[in-house]
């Protein structure tokens, strides 16, 4: 894809709609993308349009590049620092970048969400290592001072180098280093949340890039901690729909499960499978998920108890079945398919929860590499969903047009990567995903009630 059609400007991906936005209390975020082939250029393209939608300088600057541009950041920040000279820049490197309902996932692309976020306090962070020597509440505490987790921690981005990073540890330890308080109910919350993804611009260690204001790396995590008069509001849609029954894991090792109610893992989801009507066989296509509950205290589970996670492969002789996950005995958990359907309701569904509310200022986008064009059959799908979910409802006279689309708004601004992981909420505790699409929404802190 070329950065340039003069002769078609209605084509070109450049050239959104303005959808920059601010509130009364001076919020403003605006989006800009490019797909000039010299990394200078697209930066000083993508930076003028940020100049034409915000009032002075960004607070945070967040730059998502395709993997024409993952060797070519310093020459990005660089331009961008000279042109916009944001307090804080994070950069990260992405098989494919989106900015308002447009995606880029073939040829050069930068991506980029400006913020102007008055009184909130911005802490940069690096996560270098982690001592395996460490209990989790030793490397919770760790983290906690490292990404600056205190009492006013609105929301925390993490960005990581999938090849480097041990998550298995990491990430419950992110979850964990969040301060807790106790609501008038007497149940214990923690407070902020915690979102972001794995870089994807590469298929081998030292082919990713991670930005943060002067910092350049191919490896490790980064991010920024966002505190004070500012409402970070996630939607995070995993998109699957269990089939079968709960089940409880009655032996188990590491991430194997060898029995499932007491038979062997593998007989019992064969059973299972067996027994599928010939439609949900033909989506085992797209991979065979197993949920795991995440509060085993509930009587019932339906959408958005269960942590989804791949089914890797069995083992006929043993009977076990290997899962992207580590796993053990008394756990509950479900099979689940994946499918386009489902994942468009499921993401409809999130979304109109948050319509409850006021409009967002804008929305940063973490999806997984599988949800895009090939998976929905069209471009843009979870961008658009997003970026359109709070415009005004047509008239009535144009819902009663038949076979014409009416866009009736411009979206909220927006942009953000296609990730080989994504991070987000689940239940209050904070996971590494696959196949979901992880959303933040920014809104000042007055616009949505609390309790």
Not at 167 to 179: C, E, F, G, W, Y
Not at 229 to 254: E, F, N
Request: hydrophobic share 40%; charged share 20%.
């Amino acid at each position: 894809m070329t950065g340039e059609h003069p002769d078609h400007p209605e084509h070109d991906p450049e050239r959104q709609p303005d959808q920059s936005a601010s509130d009364d209390r001076g919020i403003a975020i605006a989006n800009a993308l490019s797909t000039h082939d010299d990394p200078i250029e697209a930066a000083a393209h993508a930076a003028s349009r940020i100049h034409e939608q915000l009032d002075g300088a960004p607070d945070l600057l967040m730059v998502f590049v395709t993997p024409h541009h993952a060797q070519r950041m310093g020459m990005i920040a660089d331009t961008l620092r000279d042109s916009l000279r944001s307090s804080h820049m994070l950069g990260v490197s992405a098989s494919a970048v989106m900015s308002g309902e447009t995606e880029i996932g073939e040829g050069p692309g930068i991506a980029m969400l400006a913020c102007s976020f008055p009184g909130v306090r911005i802490s940069p962070f690096w996560v270098d290592h982690i001592s395996p020597r460490d209990s989790q509440d030793e490397r919770a505490a760790k983290l906690a001072e490292q990404i600056d987790a205190g009492v006013d921690m609105r929301a925390a981005f993490f960005f990581a180098d999938p090849f480097s990073v041990p998550l298995v540890k990491l990430i419950p330890a992110l979850s964990a280093a969040r301060t807790q308080h106790i609501t008038a109910s007497g149940r214990i919350e923690q407070i902020g949340t915690i979102l972001g993804g794995m870089a994807s611009a590469a298929s081998r260690p030292g082919g990713n890039s991670l930005l943060l204001d002067g910092d350049i790396r191919s490896s490790g995590a980064m991010g920024v901690t966002l505190s004070g008069p500012l409402q970070v509001d996630t939607v995070v849609s995993q998109g699957c729909r269990p089939i079968g029954h709960p089940m409880i894991i009655t032996k188990a090792r590491g991430n194997l499960i060898l029995e499932l109610a007491g038979v062997k893992a593998v007989d019992a989801i064969r059973d299972i499978v067996h027994e599928l009507p010939d439609p949900e066989k033909e989506l085992l296509g797209n991979g065979l998920l197993l949920g795991r509950v995440i509060d085993e205290h509930k009587s019932h589970f339906g959408r958005g108890d269960f942590l989804i996670r791949n089914v890797m492969g069995g083992d006929e002789q043993s009977g076990a079945v290997a899962v992207a996950d580590l796993v053990q005995a008394g756990q509950t958990v479900q099979l689940h398919l994946h499918d386009q359907q489902t994942a468009r309701e499921d993401l409809s569904l999130l979304l109109d929860g948050q319509r409850l509310y006021e409009k967002p200022a804008g929305a940063m986008l973490i999806s997984c590499s599988g949800r895009g064009e090939k998976f929905f059959k069209e471009p843009g799908y979870d961008a658009r969903a997003i970026t359109h979910a709070f415009d005004p409802a047509p008239d009535g006279a144009n819902r009663a047009k038949s076979g014409q689309e009416v866009n009736p708004g411009s979206g909220i601004p927006l942009a953000g990567f296609f990730a080989a992981g994504e991070i987000g909420p689940v239940d209050e505790q904070i996971f590494q995903h696959g196949h979901t699409a992880v959303a933040g929404l920014f809104r000042s802190p007055e616009e949505v009630p609390v309790g």
